[in-house]
């Protein structure tokens, strides 16, 4: 494997966060298939993953034009060959893949700097793509029973708003419900590092 380029964009919690979120994955994601993930960054993510876990395909989209250039660098610095070339995806205007169906969905700190309309519309999408009994996985903050679980999720919530009012950390009791909508059952909760979640649902 070639030496990742350090000129290359780099997020600092995907840094921290991508080896804890991995060890959950690990205990989710099926022995082999297809999983695509949705809002990719700077590629840093999927990257280790698919190193880690070389049995399975892996598709990285992203709905900023500007970083697929970005993860395409990365995953040809990697190396790997179970990576596929990155989408412009946009969940709620472009195409979902047609190489389907995935056996897994993974999206990692998306929902809460995106509209409230995001998460129907990923959701949506994930039910379309999804095979039977795939897995949907979603990593970051949430709300809990309709308030925040640490004080430092009540700050960073404010901090959200203040950038863009549409964007905010979700509560995990509304998301179930568009799920369940979607055809999705919970399946998981993980308590994670920097009081953030793993929590996936399974397609019925």
Same mark, same amino acid.
Request: aromatic letters at 6%; one cysteine or more; charged letters at 20%.
């Given at each position: 494997?070639?030496?990742?380029? !350090? =000129?290359? *964009?780099? %997020? $600092?919690?995907?840094?921290? +966060?991508?080896?804890? #979120?991995?060890?959950?994955?690990? /205990?989710?994601?099926?022995?082999?298939?297809?999983?695509?993930?949705?809002?990719?960054?700077?590629?840093?993510?999927?990257?280790?993953?698919?190193?880690?876990?070389?049995?399975?395909?892996?598709?990285?989209?992203?709905?900023?034009?500007?970083?697929?250039?970005?993860?395409?660098?990365?995953?040809?610095?990697?190396?790997?060959?179970?990576?596929?070339?990155?989408?412009?995806?946009?969940?709620?205007?472009?195409?979902?893949? !047609? =190489?389907? *169906?995935? %056996? $897994?969905?993974?999206?990692? +700190?998306?929902?809460? #700097?995106?509209?409230?309309?995001? /998460?129907?519309?990923?959701?949506?999408?994930?039910?379309?793509?999804?095979?039977?009994?795939?897995?949907?996985?979603?990593?970051?903050?949430?709300?809990?029973?309709?308030?925040?679980?640490?004080?430092?999720?009540?700050?960073?919530?404010?901090?959200?708003?203040?950038?863009?009012?549409?964007?905010?950390?979700?509560?995990?009791?509304?998301?179930?419900?568009?799920?369940?909508?979607?055809?999705?059952?919970?399946?998981?909760?993980?308590?994670? *590092?920097?009081?953030?979640?793993?929590?996936?649902?399974?397609?019925?």
């Amino acid at each position: 494997m070639n030496a990742p380029d !350090a =000129a290359l *964009p780099t %997020a $600092a919690a995907s840094e921290r +966060n991508k080896g804890a #979120i991995l060890e959950v994955l690990r /205990t989710l994601l099926p022995a082999g298939g297809r999983v695509l993930e949705i809002a990719s960054g700077t590629g840093q993510h999927v990257v280790h993953f698919a190193a880690a876990l070389p049995a399975l395909g892996w598709q990285p989209s992203d709905a900023d034009s500007a970083m697929l250039p970005v993860i395409r660098t990365r995953l040809r610095a990697a190396g790997l060959r179970n990576i596929d070339e990155p989408l412009r995806l946009d969940v709620h205007t472009d195409p979902w893949p !047609a =190489a389907g *169906p995935f %056996a $897994a969905l993974v999206c990692i +700190n998306m929902i809460h #700097i995106a509209p409230a309309t995001a /998460t129907r519309a990923l959701l949506g999408g994930a039910a379309r793509v999804l095979a039977p009994g795939g897995l949907l996985y979603l990593y970051g903050p949430f709300r809990e029973g309709g308030r925040h679980t640490t004080p430092s999720n009540e700050a960073f919530d404010a901090s959200l708003k203040a950038r863009d009012p549409a964007w905010g950390v979700r509560d995990l009791d509304a998301v179930d419900a568009l799920a369940a909508e979607c055809g999705f059952a919970r399946t998981t909760l993980v308590r994670m *590092p920097a009081n953030n979640l793993s929590v996936a649902w399974s397609r019925r």
